[in-house]
């Protein structure tokens, strides 16, 4: 039975592990939850915040509206031909959604194994990693409307996809909440071991012909090398993005700084590493006061235990500042601040 709660501590419910309080707070497991949830006269006097995992998210302050939980689960699936598509619940881990698909040779996600956060979020921020995007497996989502309180269906098309980006962090920001994805997977793999270190890792494995189980515990492994596990020590992942520019801005960047890490974009732009970029500005493995980098990733910034979202935010404000000064590129946050 759906259950509005007061005063209810939020540092059980965001990855950083910040100690913060939400006036109100509510738990849905189901789309019918939402809908009883709106017809509270409650709701509309607040302001709102969805959350799945927390992993996205710094809070700076106690939270004065209402928090709602997204723990809608359940996945199945449907085979057309070479197509598969899987749709799973909004609440569901994404990792426990991705160890399912490669454990049922599901081809598509495998290269995104072990990303923070639950299925809801994926299109969201348009996730990715390992030069895999959820954009590339994306069908389709259901979506309540906050406004008419309707369930409606986006197709990719719908979604406006970008690096980081989609509809619902634009146009639609706070009109939608996602209630369950669809994902177009194959049953015959594309492997992908191009981007990042995944081949040096099957390689010292002595895999030649990995499978999408063989890259998915590549990729796992990499990220554990590499980042720290949120149950142990509080962070929300990649804290920032990194930066896409011009090829004119990059000409400025690599005649001063030769061996910038950099990557070509589809739409002629150039993509930086924000981690290199930190990195060079003494920042990785840094602490001041209770926050501080990642040791193993300049891009991680983490809670060393008694952080607050101030202190934090305050942190990542010093290395926009620096990494603006060296190289003269603009650092964004890819976690929501509230």
Known sequence: MLQIQENISLKPYNS?????????????????????????????????FIIGGGSNVLFTQDY?????????????????????FVTAGAGE????????????????????SLIPGTVGASPIQNIGAYGVELKDVFESCTAFEIKTREVKMFTYADCHFGYRESIFKGALKGQYIITS?????????????SYGAIEAELHSRGIEN?????????????????????????????FFK????????????????????????????????????????????KI??????????????????GATGTEVFSFSEQIIDSVKSTFGVTLEREVNIL
Do not use: M
Not at 212 to 237: C, E, M, Q, W, Y
Not at 248 to 263: G, I, S
């Open 16 to 48: 950083f592990g910040i100690d913060v309080k939400a006036t109100y707070f509510a738990e849905i497991f189901s789309e019918d939850d939402l809908k009883e949830l709106f017809q509270h006269d409650l709701v509309n006097s607040q302001k709102l």
């Open 64 to 84: 004065n509206g209402l928090i709602i939980k997204i723990s809608i689960k359940g996945i199945k699936s449907e085979i057309t031909n070479d197509n598969i």
């Open 93 to 112: 881990v994404w990792n426990d959604f991705v160890n399912y698909c490669v454990e049922h040779h599901f081809a598509g996600v495998e290269n995104l």
């Open 181 to 193: 994805v669809t994902f177009r997977l194959s049953s015959e793999a594309k492997i992908n071991t």
């Open 210 to 238: 990995p499978n999408i189980a063989d890259v998915s515990s590549a990729v796992s492994h990499i990220r554990v090398s590499k980042l720290p596990d949120p149950s142990t020590i509080g962070n929300a992942g990649s």
């Open 242 to 285: 990194n930066p896409v520019i011009e090829k004119y801005e990059f000409a400025d960047v690599v005649a001063k700084h030769p061996d910038v890490v950099h990557y070509p974009t589809a739409d002629d732009k150039i993509k930086l590493a924000a981690g290199w970029l930190i990195e060079q500005c003494g920042w990785k493995g």
């Open 288 to 305: 001041v006061g209770h926050t501080g980098t990642w040791k193993n990733q300049a891009l991680v910034l983490v809670n060393h235990g």
